[in-house]
Every structure is written in structure tokens, then in C-alpha cells.
């Protein structure tokens, strides 16, 4: 097989690009982020297909890696290939929702349906693992990678024994595996216990269906559950219509700032204290006893002013002592009489201070009705008279009697908060034995529910009875065909024992071969054990190969590789040769000796990546031919 021509309608960072390729080595080259890796995924997938990832691995997997850049609608491409003298042509387009895969047969003017079958036989048993593991040689990654043993192994396996891949023997062994495990499921040895078993665990549920006092029990704890539901909302009714006459009171007492009955005594105790001050000053000052005193007063100091000027007149000479004396007499009388008036003028204001604070306190609560009399603001609407409102006895029992009112709501709060807690606590305890009774209620039905799956339980039991003896009959030919599977699966081990045998020799023999041309004649053995652990052959011992130096590693892997890719193709046309950045360990040296030995030892095409002009020039330095193609 070998690769002609490429063409890119959109992939990566290309669009509208094509690529031709040349028999034996093509140099493609490109820097850094040129767009190299792309060229090789495209091939990949051209061959085997993308598929896009779920979930959170979509956002990384290659599919998303590798979409259009510019022109996003198209994610497609085709690509011309040569297989034994004809020339297909691949056109893929992988956008997820408008994937399609065309194989044309340019030679023959047709196109091809791509069946799994021919596509297996396209690729000559190739699939994308072994791919990755042999032909193509991607960037720092020489070394095998998981899943390419069992590759090996597989494709050995089917070569040695037919001489195609119609053979596989994992899968057959898992077969044989699954079919073994099937027929032990059908057996069953246990029946005789398990009949009696279930004959006894019959007779138990009779017995307990049998209970006459059962189905009462459940009926009782039904109706009993009902009826206290049935008092839990009566009871929730008496409670919320208490709750609501409680929140109205407290509103009242709320808006008129009382809080509890100690508020109310102490208001009205206020009040009362307010309304006796205001009558005592009230008396004080009316008293006709101090107006008396106090005019008597005034006339005592009038008649001690007139002796005196009469003494003055009459008795010249001792009129200094007489005059002083009556004088002062007159003097003490008027003070008197001043003193009484301040005290008179100081009762009559603090008595019209208490009567402003009492008018204040009756037009809250009082007002008066069409007939005069004081009743409460709640009685009349908009026909209540608060300027006619006096300070008065009548006012003041008024206003004794509302603030009693008062008293009594508020031992009607502190009475119904007491009953409504009662009511809770009847609540609480006639939940507590509702959900009693739905516990037994519970317990009761989970019991019949698992008499009434016992029973059918039991019906089951009894038609595998029946079909127990058949059963039974049936054991000895599963037996039979299982000890059939055993000595097949025992036959299939030695066969895979064999074979492994025969994969080591071979590709040790083979890259044994090819490690010498590949590094120049240093190494000339290698050894190369079942799982692919790789050793090369000294005159003292056996070296691991992750004792030797990385330039050595690689090209070691190279040749197992090689060798590898080898085996696969077998006789047929050899596939073209990958290489992406795969010689970055390689120094001057050891890339000139490996260019040189795979133009000479590899007979087919060759596709070597790189971001490097040296293999061009090696290349060219040694006249050996070559494409040279520069994205």
C-alpha cells in the first residue's frame, strides 16, 4: 500500500489544501505548530474514522482538537491510495451530524460498499491500535503502548493457526467462558432441600392467615385512628376560633398600651391619684375661711397704718416707738396676706394641671352619646362628643367602669392562653395516639403484605416443583457440555501457549535482524521476551533496555517497531512507514546511519514529519532520493 494524494476541504488549521506523495521517502516539513500533527491525524482518521467524545472528554478528545479553524460547516477530505495495482480514493466527512464514509474504486469506475468485512480486508486486518503501534511512529513515542501486545498476540495467533484473521481466540475463550458460566446457572442442585423448605414455610402461613382476630384487629385500629382525626380537628377548630378571640383582645389591649392587668392598676390607680389631687386643690382654693383670713389680714395692716399716723398726730414726741411698733404689725399682715394669695394661686395651677392630664385620659377612652351620658368610643361611630368632656365624678366612674372592662379582658387573655394550651396538649397527645395507631395500622399491613408475597412466594415455589424433575433430567447433559467447554478451553490455553512461544521467537529473530542495520552494527542482537520487555545481548549479559541511553532506547524501539510492522503486513504489501518528529533523540550520527539503512532495507513508502531541514540534507549529502514536500 502507499499513499498518492490528499486533499483537505477542512481540518485543523488547513482548508483547501492538497498534498501529493512519491514512492520511497517523502520529507515533509514544517516548524513548529506548521500544521504537521494535523497532516498525520488526518491520515488516521481517513483510514479508520473520528469519533467524537461524551461529556467532559469531548472537550479534549481529537475530534474537537482537530475542527476547522475557519469555515467550520466543513470537516471533510479525501484521500488516494494504491493497494495491490489499485487506486481507491477515501472520502470522509466527520461533522457529527453529516458523517459519512465513500471508498471509490478509481480503477474500476466504481464505488465500493464499506462493510466491515472489506474494510478488514482493505487494511489487511489493520485496525487503529495496532496502527499506532507499528506503521505509525507519532512524536517521542517509539516505545510500544498498551494494547499492542494483545494486538500482537491476536493477529499471531490467527496467522498461525488459519492463515487469515477469521480466527480469534480471546474472543473464542471468552465465549466458551460465558457459555460455562450460562449452563452452571441452569443447574440446580438444592431442589430437593428447597421443596421442603417452602413446604414448611407454607404450612407456617396458613397458620397465620388462619387468625381470626387479624382483619379485626386492622379494621379496629382503622376506625379508632378516623375517630381521633376526627377530634384532633375539632379540636384544632376550638383551638384557632380561642386564638383569634386571644389576638383580638391583645390587639385591644395593644392599642390602648396595656400589657397585662398590673398595666391596667397601675393606670387606672394614676388616674384616680390625678382626679383626688385635682379635687383636694380644687377645695383649697374655694375655702371661704382663707379669703376671709386673708381680707381680715389686709384690714389689720390698713387699721396698724391709720393708729400709727394718728399717734404721729397726737403724741409727737414718743411717735418713733408707736409708729415702729404698729408699723411693723402692718408689715406682718401684709406678708401674710401675700403668702395666702401665692398659695391659693399655686393650688389652683397645679389643680388645672391634673384636670389638662385627666381631660386627656377620659376623651381617650369616654365620649358622650346623644343623651349626654359617657360611654366608650367603641359604642358610638361618629357621633361621640369629646368637647363636652369634663373632669367629674360621673366622668371619672365612667372611666373606673371601662378601665375594669379593661381588667377583665385581660384576665380573659390570661384565662383563654391557659385553655389554649390545654387544648395543645390535648392535640399532642391525640396525635401521639393517632400515629400509634398508624404504626399499628402499618405493622398490620407490612404483616399481611408479607403473608400475601409469602403465599405468592409459595405458588412460584410450587411450579418450579413441577418443573424441578425436568430440571433434574437436564443436569447431566449440562454436565455433559460443560466438561465439552472445559477440555476446549484447556486445548485454547496450550494452542495461546504455543503461540506465545512462536510471537517471541519470531520477533526476536526479526528485530534481532534489524537492530544492527539501525544502529550501525554497535548492536547486533536484541532479545525480546512474552510481554515485550526488550534486552539487548552483551558478552557477559542481558542489558534491560532502561539501562542504555535514550538515543540507544529509541532506536531500539524503532527496530521492534519495525519489526512489528513487519509481521503484521506478512508477505503482502508492505504499508507506508510514519514518522512524526520520531528522530528528536537521534543526534547527527545516529540519524544518518538510521536514513541511510531504512532506504536501503525498507521497500516501501516512507512518510517522515519533521521540523527539521537535517534529513533533507543528509538525504541529499547521500544522493539518496527523495520528496520533499513544505507546509
Known sequence: MKLLELHIDGFGKFHDRTISFEDGINIIYGKNEAGKSTLHTFIRGMLFGIDRGRGRAA??????????????????????????????????????????????????GREEEPTKAFMDEFLGGLNETTYNNTISIGQLKSATEDGMVGELRNYIANMNTTGNI?????????????????????????????????????????????????????????????QVKSIIENTQSERSILEEKIQDAKRILTENQFVDHASVDAYSQRAQEYYNHYRDFSAKGQKKSRKVFSILALLLSLACIGGAVYLRLTYPSDYITVVGSLGGAALVFLLIQAMIRKGIKRDMETAEQNKAFLLEILKKHLCRNRTGAYVKHTEIQDSGDTSEITVSDEAMSAFIKRMDEFSSLCDMVKQSETASHKLMEDINSLREKQNNCSEMIEKQQRTQWELEKKLEHLSNCKTQIANLKRVLAEND??????????????????????????????????????????????????????????????????????????????????????AAAKLLQGDGEPFPLIFDDSFTQYDEERLRTALKWMAKAYGGQMLIFTCHKRESQILQTHQIEYNYIEI
Do not use: C
Open 59 to 108: 472537550k479534549n478528545d481529537t475530534y474537537s482538537k482537530f475542527e476547522p479553524w475557519e469555515n467550520s460547516g466543513t470537516y471533510e477530505g479525501w484521500l488516494r491510495l494504491e493497494k495491490d495495482g489499485t487506486v481507491y480514493r477515501i472520502e470522509r466527512r466527520f461533522r457529527k451530524d453529516n458523517k459519512s464514509l465513500k471508498i471509490i474504486n478509481e480503477t474500476l
Open 477 to 562: 447433559r449440562i454436565r455433559e457440555e460443560i466438561a465439552a467447554i472445559e477440555l476446549a478451553q484447556e486445548t485454547m490455553t496450550e494452542l495461546s501457549s504455543s503461540i506465545r512461544d512462536s510471537f517471541g521467537l519470531y520477533l526476536n529473530k526479526e528485530a534481532s535482524d534489524l537492530v544492527g542495520g539501525i544502529t550501525g552494527g554497535i548492536y547486533d542482537s536484541m532479545s525480546i521476551d512474552e510481554n515485550l520487555n526488550v534486552f539487548l545481548n552483551t558478552k557477559h549479559k542481558l542489558v534491560p533496555i532502561e539501562n542504555v541511553s535514550s538515543g540507544t532506547m529509541d532506536q531500539i524501539y524503532l527496530a521492534l517497531r519495525l
Open 166 to 226: 477469521s480466527l480469534n481466540i480471546s474472543k473464542a475463550s471468552t465465549f466458551l467462558r460465558l457459555q460455562k458460566r450460562g449452563l452452571e446457572a441452569n443447574l440446580i442442585p438444592d431442589a430437593s432441600r428447597e421443596y421442603t423448605a417452602l413446604l414448611a414455610e407454607i404450612r407456617s402461613v396458613e397458620a397465620e392467615i388462619a387468625a381470626p382476630e387479624f382483619e379485626n384487629q386492622l379494621a379496629s385500629y382503622q376506625n379508632m385512628r378516623s
